[in-house]
C-alpha cells in the first residue's frame, strides 16, 4: 500500500509513523481496493488533526479526527475508517446479493447529492480545501471543461480565467477585518449587498463551518475561503484584499492578503473544484501577485493586474 505522510507545523516523529504503518498492516486486507492514501497531520491551537485520505479507482474516502493529542486523533482517525469501510463493504455484499451486478473490484461509491427528488452520481468529494498542488492537479484534468452556464470559456476547450470569473463589483479593495472570524463576515455582507440570492447569515455560516474543518489559506498570502449553497443558481468568485494582513491559519505561518471567495450550487459539486482549481492555477505561476494587489488602490486596478498576470502564461 503507497503512503504519502504530510505533517503541518509540526514534527512527524518516529512513534506516529510506527503507529501509522501497525494500524494500516492490520488494515491491509480491508483496503486492498485502495490505490492510494495520504495521511495529513496538523497542529494548532488546542488542537491536534488527523486526517486520512482514502484514494480508490472513481471514488474515494476521507476521515477526519482532532483531539488535544495527535496520537489519540490518529486512534480515532483509524477507528473511524475502520468502521466506514466495513460499513460501504457490507452495503455491497448486500447489493450483490440481492443480485445486483457484480463489479470487477471493489469501489466506495461517489458522493450523491440530492437533486429534485432524485439521487445523482457526482464524480468528485472533498471535504477539505485543496492545497495548491491538488488544486492544480484538478485544473489539469479539468482544463477542457467548461465552469457552469454562462461561464463558457473564450477558446473552445480552456478553462475560464479568474479574470473572466469576476465581476469589479465583486471585488473589495481595502478588507478592514482583522480576525479570521471577522474577515467571513465582512465578506459575506460585502457579497449579499451585491446579490438578492444569498442571505448574508447563511452565507457567512457556511464559510465558517468549512474553515472550521481545515483552513482555506493556502500559502503565499492567499486564501481561498468557500462554500456550496443550496438554492444558488449560479457559481459566482468576489475577491478581497487586505492591506495589513490577516493570520489564517496558513501552512507557511504568513498572513493571508488576498481572499478568493468562492460560492457554488449545492447541487453541482464539481463546479467547486473546477474553479478552486483555476484560482491555484494563478497563485502558482504568477510571482509576487500578492504584492501586487495589495498595492492596487481600487477593484478597477485589481482586475487588471489579474488579466494582465494570466495573459502572460496564456
Not at 149 to 172: I, R, S, T
Amino acid at each position: 500500500m503507497n503512503v504519502h505522510y504530510t505533517a503541518r507545523k509540526m514534527q512527524f516523529t518516529p512513534d506516529l509513523r510506527q503507529y501509522c504503518e501497525k494500524r494500516f498492516k492490520s488494515l491491509e486486507k480491508l483496503l486492498n481496493f485502495a490505490t492510494g492514501v495520504d495521511v495529513i497531520l496538523s497542529s494548532g491551537k488546542n488542537r491536534q488533526q488527523a486526517e486520512i485520505h482514502i484514494k480508490a479507482k472513481g471514488a474515494g474516502l476521507v476521515v477526519i479526527e482532532e483531539s488535544h493529542d495527535m496520537l489519540n486523533s490518529l486512534n480515532l482517525a483509524f477507528d473511524s475508517l475502520e468502521k466506514k469501510v466495513k460499513k460501504e463493504r457490507e452495503k455491497y455484499r448486500e447489493k450483490k446479493r440481492r443480485g445486483g451486478r457484480e463489479r470487477k473490484a471493489f469501489a466506495l461509491p461517489a458522493e450523491t447529492v440530492e437533486r429534485g427528488g432524485r439521487i445523482v452520481r457526482a464524480n468528485y468529494y472533498t471535504p477539505k480545501p485543496l492545497t495548491l498542488e491538488e488544486a492544480l492537479i484538478q485544473f489539469d484534468l479539468n482544463k477542457k471543461r467548461t465552469c457552469g452556464a454562462g461561464m463558457k470559456n473564450e477558446e473552445p476547450g480552456l478553462a475560464p480565467k479568474v479574470h473572466q470569473l469576476l465581476k469589479e463589483d465583486f471585488v473589495l479593495a481595502d478588507l478592514q477585518s482583522q480576525t479570521r472570524e471577522e474577515v467571513l463576515q465582512e465578506l459575506a455582507q460585502f457579497i449579499k449587498a451585491k446579490t438578492a440570492e444569498l442571505f448574508e447569515q447563511d452565507l457567512y455560516e457556511k464559510l465558517l463551518k468549512r474553515e472550521r474543518l481545515g483552513s482555506t489559506a493556502v500559502g503565499e498570502g492567499f486564501a481561498i475561503p468557500h462554500c456550496k449553497i443550496q438554492g444558488v443558481e449560479s457559481p459566482f468568485v468576489a475577491l478581497a484584499v487586505s492591506k495589513k494582513g490577516i493570520s489564517f491559519d496558513a501552512a507557511d505561518g504568513k498572513p493571508s492578503f488576498v481572499f478568493f471567495v468562492v460560492v457554488t450550487p449545492a447541487d453541482h459539486p464539481s463546479l467547486n473544484l473546477q474553479i478552486l482549481a483555476v484560482v491555484a492555477h494563478l497563485i502558482r505561476r504568477s510571482r509576487h501577485l500578492s504584492k501586487k494587489l495589495t498595492r492596487a488602490r481600487t477593484s478597477r486596478e485589481i482586475l487588471d493586474i489579474i488579466r494582465e498576470e494570466e495573459e502572460k502564461f496564456s
